[in-house]
């Protein structure tokens, strides 16, 4: 086992910043507190990713040129859209090395993924003996149930190892067992599979989103407003419109408010109360009608400008300190990571069996 951990956050940009090697820009849309956490485990090539939050939210992730990932539900979740597309139970989106894309969630999201080097995606031709054709760029795939099923399972027994009992996968055998049983369960899932393909239509509208990312990433943070976005893409706003609300859930103008707040948001967190004031931040980012903004933020966050200004983030938290002990925060809320020390060990012991 190369490592593991588990942390817990509860404001999206530490989240986001969490999520390397892909750069990832996270815009929370529904009203409440933040919280997510995330498990990762490296497995020799592989590396495994659990995410579980629980507000809905819209992201721009720009992936490693060097990995390839590949993402799945875990459980039941609200809704969750790669590029416009919702993610079905059963069903597996390969991502091309260093894509961007919008991922989009309406509320609990329970998300793993596989990522492993591009050199490396060879090993999973090799299995059994076997050879698949070259994969496409991006893809969809649906898997028959009892494949991915397997690989959901696998997944799991991994994700509450790494949270719950470290030392089982420090066991000899059980680290590689786990590793091989993964990349054979993922073969099996690309090689019994449909493929679901995009249309030409869909890929025009991922490129203009593509093109409305970046206009928003070179405006350094500051707010942007239609006309010139859509100046900056040379689309006209009917088509940013309608891309938009496939990609995003909404209309440009509803996201770039929602953005905004979230950049006046980190940046009252960030700023100094004895310099900073929520009027000189609120109308950096567009608010002129002050009223209607602290409505606006107390709806959003549960709170003033006023008293996020007063206050220090929270650092994110590790569900194991330096002493082995488990933090019980993560066990309060997130679904999935709660599992029984007991269940951990008895899932590890048996995989060390097998192997």
Same mark, same amino acid.
């Given at each position: 086992?190369?490592?593991?951990?588990?942390?817990?956050?509860?404001?999206?940009?530490?989240?986001?910043?969490?999520?390397?090697?892909?750069?990832?820009?996270?815009?929370?849309?529904?009203?409440?507190?933040?919280?997510?956490?995330?498990?990762?485990?490296?497995?020799?090539?592989?590396?495994l990713?659990?995410?579980?939050?629980?507000?809905?939210?819209?992201?721009?992730? +720009?992936l490693?040129?060097?990995?390839?990932?590949?993402?799945?539900?875990?459980?039941?979740?609200?809704?969750?859209?790669? !590029?416009?597309?919702e993610?079905?139970?059963? @069903?597996?989106?390969?991502?091309?090395p260093?894509?961007?894309?919008?991922?989009?969630?309406?509320?609990?999201?329970?998300?793993?993924?596989?990522?492993?080097?591009?050199?490396?995606?060879?090993?999973?031709?090799?299995?059994?003996?076997?050879?698949?054709?070259?994969?496409?760029p991006?893809?969809?795939?649906l898997?028959?149930?009892?494949?991915?099923?397997?690989?959901?399972?696998?997944?799991?027994?991994?994700?509450?190892?790494?949270?719950?009992?470290? +030392?089982?996968?420090?066991?000899?055998?059980?680290?590689?067992?786990?590793e091989?049983?993964?990349i054979?369960?993922?073969?099996?899932?690309?090689?019994?599979?449909?493929?679901?393909?995009?249309? !030409?239509?869909?890929?025009?509208?991922?490129?203009?989103?593509?093109?409305?990312?970046?206009?928003?990433? !070179?405006?350094?943070g500051?707010?942007?407003?239609?006309?010139?976005?859509? !100046?900056?893409?040379?689309?006209? @706003?009917?088509?940013?419109?309608?891309?938009?609300?496939e990609h995003?859930?909404?209309?440009?103008?509803h996201?770039?408010?929602?953005?905004?707040?979230n950049?006046?948001?980190?940046?009252?967190?960030?700023?100094?109360?004895?310099?900073?004031?929520?009027?000189?931040?609120?109308?950096e980012?567009?608010?002129?009608?002050?009223?209607?903004? @602290?409505?606006t933020?107390?709806?959003?966050?549960?709170?003033?400008p006023?008293?996020?200004?007063?206050?220090?983030? @929270?650092?994110?938290r590790?569900?194991?300190?330096a002493?082995?002990?488990?933090?019980?925060?993560?066990?309060?809320?997130?679904?999935?990571?709660?599992?029984?020390?007991?269940?951990?060990?008895?899932w590890?012991?048996?995989?060390?069996?097998?192997?």
């Amino acid at each position: 086992m190369d490592g593991a951990y588990t942390r817990v956050y509860d404001d999206a940009e530490s989240y986001a910043a969490a999520l390397r090697p892909a750069l990832v820009q996270i815009t929370v849309t529904q009203p409440g507190q933040f919280a997510a956490s995330v498990t990762e485990l490296r497995l020799g090539r592989l590396t495994l990713t659990r995410c579980d939050e629980i507000l809905a939210r819209i992201a721009h992730v +720009e992936l490693s040129p060097g990995q390839v990932v590949f993402t799945f539900l875990t459980g039941a979740g609200n809704g969750v859209f790669f !590029a416009g597309n919702e993610l079905q139970r059963n @069903a597996i989106v390969r991502h091309a090395p260093g894509r961007d894309y919008y991922q989009r969630t309406m509320g609990h999201a329970p998300l793993a993924s596989i990522s492993l080097a591009v050199d490396g995606l060879a090993d999973l031709q090799a299995v059994s003996g076997s050879y698949t054709s070259p994969l496409p760029p991006s893809l969809t795939v649906l898997p028959s149930a009892h494949a991915i099923q397997r690989l959901q399972r696998l997944h799991a027994v991994a994700v509450a190892l790494a949270a719950n009992a470290r +030392e089982v996968l420090q066991q000899s055998g059980v680290a590689r067992g786990l590793e091989q049983a993964l990349i054979e369960a993922l073969h099996d899932c690309l090689n019994d599979t449909c493929q679901v393909n995009d249309s !030409a239509g869909q890929r025009g509208h991922e490129a203009i989103m593509g093109r409305f990312a970046a206009a928003l990433e !070179a405006s350094s943070g500051l707010n942007m407003f239609l006309p010139e976005l859509c !100046a900056a893409i040379g689309v006209s @706003a009917r088509t940013l419109r309608a891309c938009c609300q496939e990609h995003l859930g909404m209309g440009p103008k509803h996201f770039l408010m929602l953005r905004s707040m979230n950049l006046v948001r980190h940046a009252l967190l960030a700023a100094d109360n004895e310099i900073s004031t929520v009027t000189q931040l609120a109308t950096e980012f567009g608010f002129w009608e002050l009223g209607r903004f @602290a409505v606006t933020y107390r709806e959003l966050y549960g709170e003033a400008p006023s008293a996020t200004l007063r206050r220090d983030p @929270a650092p994110p938290r590790d569900n194991l300190s330096a002493a082995g002990e488990r933090n019980s925060s993560v066990r309060q809320w997130v679904p999935g990571l709660g599992q029984p020390r007991e269940h951990a060990l008895a899932w590890g012991l048996s995989l060390a069996e097998a192997s």
